[in-house]
């Protein structure tokens, strides 16, 4: 099967700009995650859907960052404005199912440099 | 609230030599648990999990893990070390019951193994 798509891979910008990562979750995943994974650190819980609702956004900043799953399927992170904190590798999971035993697969991620 | 703490940011072993990681783990509930890997520049993928039954729980790549509830710990095994396993290692628990399903990772074990 397919697994998790991200892109881009890479995004260099400067402070205050805006930026947008895509995420494909596997085929009938319905629990969506992104994390934030700032360089020697572990993967930090950003938000999760479930379908096309949030579950999980405690963690999220919302003044500047956003997200959405409008169809269930694919989602789309935005972080307006940036600041030099947010350099970070952006990944996104997807799981199947409801319970949490199951597995979340990983896509390869999206590595942001603020300048 | 979940937290992880892993043991050692690095470890060092000699190809052939034991492979030991350590995860220590709080979780107000019975929790699930799991071992991830991750490669430069690629996403996580799954060694292992416990989530109830046997505690002693065997994964890909010859890596064992050991849930002790007493110990709070889960602890990541292999016999003889292999060039390719260098990589970074996270332990992550998620909460064994409720809708929130996403993960809380400890803050990586880089493994270096020498040849």
């Known amino acids: 099967e397919a697994g998790v798509a991200q892109s881009p891979r890479y995004k260099i910008i400067e402070k205050r700009q805006s930026v947008a990562f895509w995420c494909n979750p596997i085929?009938?995943?319905?629990?969506l995650y992104w994390y934030q994974q700032i360089l020697g650190q572990g993967p930090k819980l950003l938000i999760q859907?479930?379908?096309?609702?949030?579950?999980?956004d405690s963690q999220l900043p919302k003044d500047r960052f956003s997200a959405e799953r409008l169809k269930g399927v694919d989602s789309t992170l935005k972080i307006q404005p940036a600041k030099l904190e947010d350099s970070a590798v952006y990944l996104c999971?997807?799981?199947?199912?409801?319970?949490?035993?199951?597995?979340?697969?990983f896509g390869d991620g999206t590595r942001l440099s603020i300048l | 609230a979940q937290s992880v703490t892993q043991l050692g940011s690095h470890v060092s072993v000699s190809e052939g030599a034991l492979v030991l990681l350590r995860c220590n783990y709080s979780?107000?509930?019975?929790?699930?648990l799991f071992w991830y890997v991750q490669y430069p520049n690629q996403g996580l993928q799954l060694l292992l999990k416990?989530?109830?039954?046997?505690?002693l729980v065997k994964g890909i790549n010859g890596f064992e893990a050991e849930f002790k509830k007493s110990e709070t710990s889960f602890h990541l095994t292999k016999p003889s070390a292999h060039m390719s396993d260098a990589a970074e290692y996270f332990c992550?628990?998620?909460?064994?019951?409720?809708?929130?399903?996403?993960?809380?990772f400890g803050s990586g074990t880089r493994l270096q193994v020498q040849p």
């Open positions: 085929s009938g995943h319905a629990t």
């Open positions: 999971a997807s799981s199947f199912g409801t319970v949490n035993n199951q597995p979340q697969h």
């Open positions: 979780s107000s509930v019975p929790p699930y």
């Open positions: 992550a628990v998620s909460d064994g019951g409720t809708g929130r399903r996403a993960l809380t």
């Open positions: 859907f479930q379908n096309n609702g949030v579950v999980d």
């Open positions: 416990y989530t109830t039954g046997a505690t």
